[in-house]
Protein backbone atom coordinates (compact mmCIF):
# COMPACT_ATOMS: atom_id res chain seq x y z
CA UNK A 1 0.00 0.00 0.00
CA UNK A 2 1.30 3.81 -0.72
CA UNK A 3 0.97 6.31 2.03
CA UNK A 4 2.20 9.65 2.16
CA UNK A 5 3.83 10.99 5.26
CA UNK A 6 4.20 14.67 6.31
CA UNK A 7 7.04 16.01 8.51
CA UNK A 8 7.45 18.97 10.65
CA UNK A 9 9.83 21.20 11.94
CA UNK A 10 13.31 19.59 12.95
CA UNK A 11 12.15 16.41 11.14
CA UNK A 12 11.68 17.88 7.67
CA UNK A 13 15.06 19.80 8.35
CA UNK A 14 16.91 15.82 9.13
CA UNK A 15 15.12 14.57 6.27
CA UNK A 16 15.07 17.76 3.64
CA UNK A 17 11.99 16.60 2.52
CA UNK A 18 8.07 18.05 3.85
CA UNK A 19 6.31 15.40 2.23
CA UNK A 20 7.37 11.51 1.07
CA UNK A 21 5.49 8.95 -0.27
CA UNK A 22 6.27 5.14 1.32
CA UNK A 23 5.34 1.92 0.22
CA UNK A 24 4.32 0.28 3.00
CA UNK A 25 2.61 -4.05 3.69
CA UNK A 26 -0.92 -4.03 3.85
CA UNK A 27 -1.79 -4.32 7.17
CA UNK A 28 1.31 -2.06 8.47
CA UNK A 29 1.06 0.40 11.23
CA UNK A 30 2.35 4.06 12.19
CA UNK A 31 5.20 2.71 14.11
CA UNK A 32 6.19 0.58 10.99
CA UNK A 33 6.14 3.61 9.00
CA UNK A 34 8.14 5.46 11.16
CA UNK A 35 10.83 2.64 11.26
CA UNK A 36 10.91 2.80 7.81
CA UNK A 37 11.39 6.20 7.81
CA UNK A 38 14.50 5.60 10.15
CA UNK A 39 16.06 2.94 8.58
CA UNK A 40 16.22 5.62 5.79
CA UNK A 41 17.07 8.70 7.98
CA UNK A 42 18.72 7.20 11.28
CA UNK A 43 18.83 10.88 12.28
CA UNK A 44 15.18 10.55 13.37
CA UNK A 45 16.08 7.84 15.46
CA UNK A 46 16.23 10.64 18.30
CA UNK A 47 13.21 11.71 18.15
CA UNK A 48 11.05 8.14 18.08
CA UNK A 49 9.90 8.29 22.29
CA UNK A 50 8.99 12.05 21.40
CA UNK A 51 7.92 12.15 18.29
CA UNK A 52 3.43 12.47 17.99
CA UNK A 53 1.88 11.21 14.60
CA UNK A 54 -1.71 11.90 13.09
CA UNK A 55 -3.15 10.05 10.82
CA UNK A 56 -5.43 12.16 8.16
CA UNK A 57 -5.61 14.72 10.59
CA UNK A 58 -6.43 13.21 13.49
CA UNK A 59 -4.05 12.69 16.27
CA UNK A 60 -3.01 8.53 16.44
CA UNK A 61 -0.90 6.28 18.07
CA UNK A 62 2.29 4.03 16.67
CA UNK A 63 -0.64 1.17 16.99
CA UNK A 64 -3.05 2.31 14.43
CA UNK A 65 -3.29 0.37 11.37
CA UNK A 66 -2.42 1.53 8.07
CA UNK A 67 -4.74 1.42 4.53
CA UNK A 68 -3.77 2.45 1.47
CA UNK A 69 -3.68 6.36 0.40
CA UNK A 70 -3.50 7.21 4.20
CA UNK A 71 -1.48 10.75 5.06
CA UNK A 72 0.52 10.24 8.02
CA UNK A 73 1.91 13.48 10.11
CA UNK A 74 5.10 13.30 12.13
CA UNK A 75 5.74 16.04 14.92
CA UNK A 76 8.61 16.56 16.79
CA UNK A 77 7.86 17.88 20.10
CA UNK A 78 7.10 21.99 20.42
CA UNK A 79 8.81 23.80 22.83
CA UNK A 80 9.43 27.27 23.56
CA UNK A 81 8.49 30.20 25.36
Do not use: K
Amino acid sequence: MHVTVRLFARLRELTGAAELTRELPDGATVGAAWESLARDFPSLTAYTASVSCAVNEEYSRPSHRLEDGDEIAFLPPVSGG
